[in-house]
């Protein structure tokens, strides 16, 4: 194999080392009660104390007690849970390098550009019937079942891609596929903004879009140098590893076993998540509070619309993924290999592709160290906008060459605009949305507010990546991606006057201020127990 072959599968392991030795040695420690990985101070895994005060005020001492607990297993459970979202990733950019194989004259299934769309569309529909049905089911049944669960659709979706032999078995797979997609967005962050800590739930959170963008390296990665049924295999074999992971190492959602009056469960899954030396009495009882709160309504449609937070919360997400789907990101992920052909681009479509790929890694990556540090609202406010002079000024070359105008002098353009829109999406409007759905919510309402948040959702994208083969027939390039610029204008705006800022606030805190209820005084901060509030 030699080098330029080789590029791709660099890029993908060097940006992702770092999170598979977290997340591989913290499966070994659930194995291993014993081990002490917080020792490797590379790993950065567990916070020192916040208050280690060890003496009273008379002098005698006392013993020490963990303000923060281990991150081992919060990392190594939430990086097994979001392998479903990494397959996720594989079935968004399995048509960039699928579609030029099914339009060629020598493929068995034969497909028209207007089919292609439908192919690359309907996993929006198909989220549609996963989001509604996979959160209430995380409130009947758990969160943990439900995400073993949507392994099997996963796996029976590639099953059938692979032996298609007519158009109409594609869009059957991809309805199915959708579904799944439809169910990891609204379980996957539920589940791991109840099993993190608030000093790094942003974090783990963000890991969700994080191994969307490892998928969707992946797919680009080997998708020039396979065929077609060796990518359906390929991308097969994701969904059985994840089941694995599931089934061995993740715990259920303290949160819901408290909720279900399991409350020794809870403490055990707790201690598993926190380590022995955790002290879980304060975050038992402020959980059991958050219940108690959410237990003054019965969970159903009419509280739900009647609760200033949810509404609140449900205006936040939709806009984010409404704003998200609109700067069109997916066509983006869908065509960026027929776009960069068509910009006459001086580097090959296929290693521009990559070169997206691994900019949408590196930048989410650098989003999830920096959620917790920077803030939610800042890192959406610098996405945004730099999203949108970027799409502008390709929408400018574009307008330029379909009116005749010479752009060869300037053909690195598509590729500069493109790596820095995907580099800032990456960085701020491809995670945050992730992480704001595991944080807003209150438990009696997230299984059917985030069910109904993701099918409104799904509907705008279905409708933005259905359209955009009939914007460009009649508007070209140029218009249809000032649309999209456009579009991140306005989500901007959004996030300026609308989206709250949940740095380090724990749910509760949320959700009182989602209420409007008014923050306790600087002399009434600490709790009960004389903690502090978590710090940046």
């Known amino acids: 194999m030699t080098f330029e072959n080789l590029h ?37 895994l567990s916070a020192p104390p916040k208050n280690d005060d060890t003496t009273a005020a008379g002098g005698s001492a006392l013993p020490a007690i963990r303000q923060e607990g281990k991150k081992f297993r919060q990392y190594a459970t939430a990086l097994s849970a979001t392998v479903g979202p990494f397959a996720v990733g594989t079935v968004l950019a399995w048509m960039s390098p699928a579609m030029p194989m099914l339009l060629s004259p020598t493929s068995k299934i034969k497909v028209t550009p207007n089919q292609g769309s439908w192919v690359g569309s309907l996993i929006a529909i198909g989220a549609i019937f996963g989001s509604i049905p996979a959160g209430k089911c995380a409130d009947m049944f758990g969160r943990k079942p439900v995400i073993l669960c949507l392994t099997i659709p996963f796996i029976t979706s590639w099953t059938i891609i692979y032996f298609a032999t007519d158009v109409w078995m594609l ?48 797919v ?31 715990p259920e959602s303290p949160m819901y076993l408290l909720k279900r009056g399991r409350k020794e469960d809870a403490e055990k899954a707790l201690v598993w998540l926190r380590g022995k030396d955790y002290d879980i009495a304060s975050e038992m009882e402020t959980l059991q509070l958050h219940i108690e709160e959410s237990k003054k309504h ?63 890694v590196i930048f989410t990556f650098a989003s999830s160290q920096l959620v917790d540090r920077a803030g939610r609202r800042v ?14 000024t390709l929408a400018y070359y574009f307008w330029l060459q379909e009116h005749g105008v010479d752009v060869s002098s300037f053909n690195l353009i598509p590729l500069i605009s493109l790596g820095v829109y995907i580099s800032t999406f990456a960085l701020g409007f ?25 099918v409104l959702a799904s509907l705008i994208e279905f409708c933005v990546v259905k359209t955009y083969q009939t914007l460009l027939n009649y508007c070209d390039h ?15 705006t959004f ?30 901060s600490q709790n009960a127990t004389g903690s502090q509030p978590a710090s940046a």
């Open 430 to 454: 491809g995670p945050i949305p992730g992480v704001m759905i595991g944080e807003l919510f209150s438990p009696e309402f997230k299984g059917l507010a985030i069910g109904i948040v993701c």
């Open 495 to 524: 996030v300026w006057f609308l989206v709250p800022e949940t740095k380090n606030k724990s749910l509760q805190e949320i959700q009182d201020e989602l209420s409007g209820k008014k923050k306790p005084k600087a002399g009434q």
């Open 478 to 492: 140029g218009i249809t991606f000032a649309i999209f610029a456009g579009f991140c204008v306005l989500g901007t």
């Open 298 to 360: 019965t969970g159903k449609f009419k509280d739900m619309i009647s609760s200033r937070a949810t509404i609140r919360a449900a205006i936040t997400v939709l806009g984010l993924l409404n704003f998200l789907s609109c700067s069109g990101i997916n066509v983006l992920i869908f065509y960026a290999q027929s776009i960069f052909e068509t910009s006459n681009c001086s580097v090959s479509p296929k290693l521009c592709s990559v070169i997206i790929g691994v900019l949408q």
């Open 8 to 44: 791709p599968e660099v890029g993908a392991l060097s940006s992702s080392t770092y999170l598979f030795v977290k997340w591989f040695l913290g499966i070994v420690s659930t194995f291993i009660p014993s081990l002490e990985p917080v020792k490797n101070p590379l790993l950065a």
């Open 171 to 218: 869009y059957v797979a991809r309805l199915i596929a959708g579904s799944c997609l439809g169910g990891i967005t609204a379980t996957v962050p539920m589940y791991i903004g109840e099993i993190a800590e608030s000093s790094i739930r942003g974090e783990l959170c963000s890991y969700v879009q994080l191994n969307v963008t490892l998928g969707i390296l992946y």
């Open 379 to 392: 890192l959406l406010l610098i996405s945004d906008s730099v999203m949108a002079v970027c799409l502008g």
């Open 220 to 250: 680009y990665a080997i998708g020039p140098f396979v065929n077609y049924y060796s990518l359906a295999i390929m991308c097969g074999i994701l969904p059985l590893i994840w089941f694995m992971l599931v089934l061995l190492v993740i």
